[in-house]
């Protein structure tokens, strides 16, 4: 088991949840961490910085890729 979690778990729709796992595991991180970091900041949690955005060659590698039709939804 990776790590044990240490808060309750939530359901919630996230778009495009596959195409930032595979992204995110390209960048050795997971989706936990990239959500944590993007939340703390828009709290203004001090010290808390924006997790950089993918390079325009990853956004075309992330495409190239099966989860191109999780990249198109937009939602329901």
């Not at 796992?21 to 949690?45: M, P, S, Y």
Request: glycine content about 6%.
């Amino acid at each position: 088991m990776p790590d044990k979690p240490r808060t309750k778990g939530r359901n919630m729709r996230i778009w495009k949840w596959n195409a930032l796992g595979v992204a995110a595991q390209k960048r050795g991180t997971n989706r936990t961490e990239i959500v944590n970091r993007l939340i703390d900041w828009w709290l203004a949690t001090p010290g808390a910085t924006l997790p950089d955005q993918l390079t325009p060659e990853e956004v075309e590698w992330l495409k190239s890729l099966a989860v191109k039709e999780d990249l198109a939804n937009s939602g329901d």
